[in-house]
């Protein structure tokens, strides 16, 4: 059965990391942006993970720039802005695409162990759907990630167990991080 440990993915430098540097801990990866209205989600992400870290909590960060270009810049240039901005101590990868034909193993993965059930319901979460729909059509079946922050919770043994999208409250995140601790 195949699990995240069976994925690499690419630092910022652009050097191979193979996910099974991370057997034995619970993982949150997180498609991330710089310029979105969830770009605040990095603050409670950083609080979690110096809270949890010492448990065997990590977070895994891949910015994207597929989702009305909020992720403008170089690798470089997006660190510096989490770094400063949020104090972001967790690992933080290369910018990656996680739709479309060049969508990222991994997060092809994700989202087939876990697919997309909706945003929720109101107008904020009525907007947001209208609002992706428009930006994914043009990946059609291989829009995996609906928008920016969506977050998948893997447990100790790499199995995908949760997909919170972004208009999930982050307690709920972090209650189930810390369930799965």
């Excluded at 997180?30 to 809270?51: D, I, Q, S, W």
């Excluded at 690798?75 to 990868?93: A, N, R, S, V, W």
């Excluded at 109101?122 to 995996?144: C, P, Q, S, V």
């Amino acid at each position: 059965m195949k699990t995240v440990y069976d994925f690499t993915v690419k630092d910022r430098q652009g050097n191979d990391v193979s996910l099974d540097t991370y057997k034995g801990k619970v993982l949150l990866i997180v498609n991330t942006a710089t310029g979105c209205g969830f770009t605040p989600h990095y603050e409670p992400l950083e609080a979690m993970y110096k809270e949890m870290k010492e448990q065997g909590f990590e977070i895994l960060d891949f910015p994207c720039n597929q989702f009305a270009h909020q992720t403008p810049g170089s690798d470089d240039e997006i660190h510096e802005f989490c770094t400063l901005k949020f104090g972001t101590e967790f690992p933080q990868f290369k910018k990656i695409d996680v739709n479309g034909e060049t969508a990222d193993p991994l997060f092809a993965y994700l989202a087939t162990e876990k697919p997309f059930e909706g945003f929720g319901k109101g107008l904020k979460f009525a907007a947001l759907k209208k609002f992706t729909e428009m930006n994914n059509k043009a990946f059609g079946d291989k829009a995996y990630i609906k928008w920016n922050f969506t977050k998948f919770l893997v447990d100790r043994e790499g199995k995908v167990i949760a997909r919170f999208e972004p208009t999930v409250d982050m307690d709920k995140v972090k209650e189930a991080v810390k369930a799965a601790l």
